[in-house]
């Protein structure tokens, strides 16, 4: 028989992840990887109107190095692979608002009484880790990891404490610290 031509066309690009996902706003540059499938070694990447070098790592994986200005504001930005058939579906990174403590003041104690004092924090890539100085040995904190961290004890003294408190989120950001003073009052 006569031989016959099979064509295989290439696919256009999908994207199936990004790594990270998220950031905080006012972060620093980063490299992100693109995971997939139908990427060729000459695969574009955009950033919404904004071009990134893509390195091509295989059929499924690219990695772009994404510069600070880009993650400079909260919001999202649209990330598209292109190759030469054709461009993938979007796919969407976001950019937390800056961390930030929110709590300004701490409760007031009474020496031997329990104390519970919660800070809080908004913003950020969630994952927090909590670093609080400055606390007498009969009190401490819990690093939960939340939005909301306790210092919790019994007040051995009626001293006037001052703490310093500053959180992390997950890419590094950081708030604080935060100088608090805990008022204790003597036992009646």
Known sequence: SSPLTFTINQASPDIGGLSPAVTTMGGAAFTMTITGQYFTPTSTVMWGSTPL????????????????????????GVVTVTNSVGTSGSATFTINPMIKITTTTLPAGTVGNPYSGPISATGGSPGYTWTVTGLP??????NTFDSTMTITGTPASSDAISVQVSVMDTVGVIAGPVNYTINIAAAS
């Open 53 to 76: 070098t893509a390195t091509y790592i295989s059929q499924s994986q690219l990695t772009v190095p994404v510069p600070a200005a880009l993650v400079a504001t909260a919001g999202t």
């Open 137 to 142: 040995s009969s009190m401490t904190y819990s």
